[in-house]
């Protein structure tokens, strides 16, 4: 079935994914993590030492509907 043809299945398969997901993006992502991934960067000279230079800006905060699957 080609769900371009079911607007309203779409609709309910996004509603269904941002219930099961929607609290986990919203998680703090833990700090040992974010330096194993900058580490990574690091190793390969990917951006994260500019980031490092430069002040980290505050994101704001989420909120449903925010561009999150299906928009």
């Keep these: 079935m080609d769900s371009h043809l079911d607007p309203g299945f779409d609709r309910w398969l996004v509603d269904q994914l941002r219930k099961l997901y929607d609290e ?3 998680e703090e992502v833990p700090e040992d993590l974010v330096k194993v991934v900058r580490g ?3 190793e390969q000279g990917g951006a994260a030492d500019a980031d490092r230079e430069q002040p980290e800006a505050e994101e704001p905060p989420r909120t449903r509907g925010s ?4 928009r």
């Design 24 to 26: 986990v993006l919203d």
């Design 40 to 42: 990574f960067d690091a």
């Design 67 to 70: 561009g999150r699957a299906g």
